[in-house]
């Protein structure tokens, strides 16, 4: 009796233990908990029917947004040992413009961005970075503007978020100052970032925007920029 009592004791589940872990049953799978794609790069769970779909969704709707066939007389303004930048204008031909509108919805997709009518739609400026895989891996969009608002520094002390606290809004200035271009999206592929991808957009926005002239980091201005970007801004003006 002494030793079936302590069986039992030792099958008996500790109820008052509590756990937070997700808990997934083996029945044979392959693959357990997030996978993240090579291909479109959406992180999903594979032995879920709902997340399997939802990516096959996606998956086909990325891959064919961000492929590139190219055309004749495409405008490279750069190139580079893994890829080139093509830059699209208003007036180029429909398939062009529409290429550029299919990365623009993942774009805005991804970054979150409600799709607007820009202001001068015929003064706007789309560079894209394709890769050596003939695919979209890198966007920017930029216009004119005459002036922009700076974003104010956090307060420094012992009263001020920390970095690990959620990020909250910036806070700009209200008086405006000059500037002469305006980037509202800048985009890098989730599987190609960390390769200097987005300097190299922005680096050729400068050598290209205007022509004859190198714009200085004074004269860009970003739209709704995140905390990320704002870091990220900040190192690329101190190089």
């Known amino acids: 009796m002494k030793q079936t009592n302590i069986q039992k004791n030792t099958n008996t589940r500790d109820t008052s233990k509590k756990t937070k872990d997700q808990l997934i049953i083996d029945a044979g799978q392959k693959h357990?908990?997030?996978t993240v794609c090579k291909s479109c790069?959406?992180?999903?769970?594979a032995s879920n029917p709902e997340d399997e779909m939802q990516h096959v969704q996606h998956h086909h709707r990325f891959l064919e947004g961000?492929?590139?066939v190219g055309w004749k007389k495409e405008r490279v303004v750069a190139e580079f040992w893994d890829g080139k930048i093509v830059l699209v204008l208003p007036h180029d031909p429909s398939f062009a413009i529409k290429k550029v509108e299919d990365v623009q919805e993942l774009v805005d997709n991804e970054l979150g961005f409600q799709q607007v009518v820009p202001k001068c739609p015929n003064k706007i400026k789309t560079f894209l970075f394709i890769s050596d895989e003939k695919r979209v891996v890198g966007c920017l969009i930029a216009e004119p503007i005459k002036q922009a608002f700076r974003v104010l520094s956090e307060p420094t002390g012992p009263e001020s978020p920390?970095?690990?606290e959620c990020p909250r809004a910036w806070q700009c200035s209200d008086v405006p100052e000059p500037a002469v271009c305006g980037i509202s999206r800048i985009w890098v592929f989730r599987l190609k970032r960390r390769k200097r991808i987005a300097r190299r957009l922005v680096d050729t926005l400068r050598n290209c925007f205007m022509f004859g002239c190198f714009l200085s980091a004074d004269e860009i201005a970003f739209s709704d920029p995140t905390p990320d970007d704002c870091r990220r801004l900040n190192?690329?003006?101190e190089t």
């Open 32 to 34: 357990f908990g997030a």
């Open 235 to 237: 190192r690329y003006q």
């Open 162 to 164: 920390s970095s690990t």
């Open 66 to 68: 961000i492929k590139y």
């Open 41 to 45: 790069g959406m992180i999903y769970t």
